[in-house]
Structure formats: C-alpha cells, structure tokens
C-alpha cells in the first residue's frame, strides 16, 4: 500500500471514530429515570449501559489519538517505522492495524511483562 492510500485509510478511520462519537453521544448522557415507573433492575441496566458508553468513548479518543500520531508520523516520514528500534514495522501488521507504533519484535517486549 502506498503513503496516500495508507493516509485515505488513516484518514477514513479518523472519520469513522469521529460519526461514531456522534451516534454514541446520547448513551454517555447522565441516566434520568422516572424513580416511580422504573424498577431497580432497569435503573442498573440503564447505569451499566452508562458506563459501557463512557468505556468505549474513552477507547475511541485513545484510537483516534494513535490515528492523529500515525499521521502526524506519516507527515514527517517517520510513519511505518517502530518507535523503539526504528526498525520498518511489516506491511502485514499496517495493514492490521495502520497505527502501530512498535515492531512485531518490540511489541512483544511491553506484553511480555504483562503476561507474567
């Protein structure tokens, strides 16, 4: 893939969090219940979805945060590079995930502490 194809899918991806955000706006809301009509499962039920709403809202700003560094990487020709080793990230593992930062290799250094 070349750097403007892989700029229009960075770029279309941006987009795409940023619709998202839109549709999603209403279930991060404060939850309102009628306390006379609503039972208390329903009141949890609504809460819980609250809370899985603000969850994914925070993954979506931290994914789109990694879309604007690749591309600000992409602007200064650092893009496909691994941040760590400065080592080219495959062009299979852009093609997963276009902002990835490290290489396979390094990449399994920050799981491996993890995993232990």
């Known amino acids: 893939m070349t750097m403007k ?3 229009q899918q960075l770029l279309k991806l941006k987009q795409d969090l940023q619709n998202l955000r839109e549709i999603s706006e209403d279930a991060r809301a404060p939850v309102m219940l009628d306390q006379q009509s609503v039972g208390r499962l329903s ?32 602007e200064t ?3 496909g590079f691994c941040v760590e080793c400065d080592e080219p990230i495959p062009e299979k593992r852009l093609d ?16 491996q502490p993890l995993q232990t």
């Open 5 to 7: 194809e892989r700029k």
């Open 43 to 74: 009141r949890m039920d609504a809460l819980q979805g609250q809370a899985m709403a603000q969850a994914s809202e925070r993954q979506r700003q931290l994914n789109l945060q990694r879309i604007e560094n690749a591309l600000h990487r992409l």
């Open 77 to 79: 020709g650092d893009y």
């Open 96 to 111: 997963i995930d276009p902002a990835a930062t490290h290489c396979v290799h390094c990449a399994g250094l920050w799981v």
